[in-house]
């Protein structure tokens, strides 16, 4: 839909990275397993996700507010 919109569209895929993809790559993941809900997958692969993730995420939102 978005591309038949004309809208910009980029999918990041990462198989073995948990849901938990809203931090910075930077701040420990180790935790992410602990308690009742299970993110199913590695810290380190939801790390690594998360530091793809959050620049493109910023780089976004500046371009879609006009930020930049």
């Given at each position: 839909r978005r591309a038949e919109a004309g809208?910009?569209?980029e999918t990041l895929i990462f198989p073995?990275?948990?849901h938990y993809r809203k931090g910075d790559g930077w701040?420990?993941?180790t935790h992410y397993n602990l308690?009742?809900?299970k993110s199913g997958v590695t810290p380190?692969?939801?790390a690594r996700a998360q530091?793809?993730?959050a620049p493109r995420l910023i780089?976004?939102?500046k371009s879609?507010?006009?930020m930049e």
């Open positions: 809208l910009a569209t073995v990275a948990g701040s420990p993941t308690g009742q809900v380190a692969a939801t530091a793809v993730v780089a976004f939102l879609a507010l006009k």
